[in-house]
Structure formats: structure tokens, C-alpha cells
């Protein structure tokens, strides 16, 4: 649908918004909203694949605002007890959550959602356990291939032939490869695979510090610390798990899945010192999550599992669906989201082609 989602989102929300026909069709289901950060002032997004998942400060502020005026915004809690069913939710209800636990959330997202005096759910992973800084590992991937103005040829040790890119399309497609075949390992093969790419492709051991030692750019593409994960915890914020290292789920053996969430619970426990309840699936798609996965969730304790996408999955509360905040919403197509009709028109795009195929 992505040639009618430009249609979508430019006139036909915007005109449906101004007619008010934008209303509320999930009953008592609460809408669950899903950030992944903010755009720090001084940092240009360069790149829709890299940046095309965070917002601008203005269009985070316009989104509370509606929230607020507009929307029943709930505690994490009360969409806890409502999970183990023991509270009923008012119509309009939206929870609030946000992934990957970037350093941005603490500070540029923290000071906004303190003026809106609204409550926060935040996914993050194991690194955010450690006073080490680090990136996303597949950001950083990214950030590798598309640096390298030459060709790239890398010669793995799973494949006997090598891996070719020579166009920035043919680079995000072997990025693409890559991350879920690197999925596969755990944290320290992985880290090892990684450190082959790079000396192949020609990127200097230092190359860290040009981000680290950048302020805007250590906003963007650095997660939370220890020390910081506990002042975002202070601040009244609920932490979630978001995974150790943030793999597709779905590459991996069950054993080295299990630790992967298990283990995120209990460290980031420890961390904050309280409990971790919620639980967010990394990437969050039906291809990167398994059934199993969701099992595991349930398994290592917690008492709810996200997805990150809008798809029907019924009521399962260890595949409960999300809307993911992409960049450029606006508020005609966050009403659209949030009532149910994005989703709607959706499925029935999706059950029409697959009617004229069959």
C-alpha cells in the first residue's frame, strides 16, 4: 500500500479529520503509541532508513497536546491491572511507550513529557545496564556501509561466496541480510562478525569518537547508561525489556532467545532496583517474532509482550499490537491510527490483493 499511503496521509485523513469522522471504533481497547525518540537540536536526519523512526521536538509537543485534550492518556499500572483484567479502561484510552532507551529519551523527550505531566512506559536493553556508552548494533552497521564510498565485497565465514554491494540501494539490501543474519548470534559472535565487517570495509578502530565526541550526534545514536536509566526511572518513568542486545528474535535457537529476554529482565531489575513487567519485542514485526518468542515472554515472567505493529493479533496479551510513530505524522494520521481506521483500510488493502493474486 505504499503508493496510496502518500494519498492517505496528505488528503484523505486531513479531509476525514476536518469532517470529524476520525472517531473512536475500539471500544474499550486502548490504543498503545510507540516512540523510538526525538531529532536532537544540532542533528539533521540524512537518512529516512536510519532517522525515518524519530520525530522533531514541535511534532512530539502537537501529539501530547492532542493526547491531553483529546484522549484518556493512562498510567503503565492501569494498563497492567487492565492486562490481568482487573480494571476497565475508559473509551479513548492511550498508553504511551518508547523504545530502544536512546540517550535523546532522557535529554530531549524527559523535559517535554514533564511539562505535559503525562506517564511514560520505556523499552530499553541490556546496554542500558552497563556505564559503558554504546549504539545499536545494526544502526552502527548501517552507519559502516553507508560511509564507504567504494564498493563492498565481504568475505563471511557462513558463506563461500561474498557478500557484493556496489549501490547505496544494493548497501541497504545487504544491510538488510546482514542484520538478520547476524540476529542469529549471541552478543559476543555477533560483536566478533561486526568487527570483521569493519576491518573489511576499511573503517578506522577510532571511529566511534566522531560520534561520541559530537553532542547532537551522542544524543542521537547512543542509548542510555546505567547512571542514566536510573534518572529516566527517578523521574517517575516505568522501564520495560527490550531484550539484551535487541536481535530478530525469530533468527535465533531457543536457548540463546530465552537468555536473550530473560536475562533483560533480570538485569535491568537489578538495575533500577524494582520489578520489569512489560516486555517489548525487538524490531516487533511478525517476520522478526515467533509464536515461541512470545511464549518465553510469558515464561520469563512478564505480565505483557508489545508488537510493533497494528495487525490484528486478537487480544493476546503477549502479542498486543502497537502503533509505531514514524516521522512526518501529523495529527490527521495519528487520529486516523488511534481510532482504527489506518488499521481498518489496511487489512481490507491487504484482503483485496490477496484475492486478485489467488
Known sequence: MRIVSPLLKHVVYPGLGKAGHLRWRR???????????????GYSACDSVLDGHLIT??????????????????????????????????????????????????????????????????????????????????????????????????????CEQPYVAKTISQKRSLWQQLVKKFS???????????????????????????????????RRFFMLNRSELQQLADAGMTIGAHTLSHPMLSQMSGPVAWREISESRAQLGKAIGGEVWAFAFPFGTVEAVRGRDAELAQRAGFTCAFMNTESSLGHDKFQLPRIHVSA???????????????????????AAVGRSIA
Open 27 to 41: 471500544g474499550a481497547f486502548p490504543a498503545v503509541l510507540t516512540y523510538h525518540g526525538l531529532l536532537p537540536v
Open 57 to 158: 521536538a514541535e511534532t512530539f509537543r502537537s501529539h501530547l497536546r492532542l493526547l491531553k485534550s483529546k484522549y484518556n492518556v493512562i498510567t503503565p499500572e492501569e494498563f497492567r491491572l487492565w492486562c490481568n483484567s482487573e480494571v476497565q479502561l475508559s473509551a479513548r484510552s492511550v498508553l504511551l511507550t518508547c523504545d530502544d532507551g536512546l540517550l535523546n529519551t532522557l535529554t530531549d523527550m524527559l523535559p517535554i513529557i514533564r511539562d505535559f505531566n503525562v506517564p511514560f512506559l520505556f523499552f530499553v536493553t541490556g546496554a542500558s545496564t552497563s556505564e559503558e556508552r554504546s549504539m545499536l548494533w545494526y544502526e552502527q552497521l548501517y552507519l559502516w556501509l553507508m560511509r564507504t564510498r567504494e564498493n563492498v565485497f565481504l568475505q563471511m565465514p557462513w
Open 184 to 218: 542469529e548470534f549471541d552478543a559476543t559472535a555477533r560483536e566478533a562478525a561486526l568487527d570483521d565487517v569493519r576491518i573489511q570495509i576499511g573503517i578506522s578502530e577510532s571511529w566511534l569518537a566522531e560520534y561520541s565526541q559530537n553532542e547532537p550526534s551522542r
Open 328 to 350: 512526518g505524522m501529523g495529527l490527521a494520521e495519528l487520529k486516523a491510527h488511534l481510532c482504527g481506521l489506518h488499521r481498518s483500510l489496511h487489512e481490507k488493502y491487504a
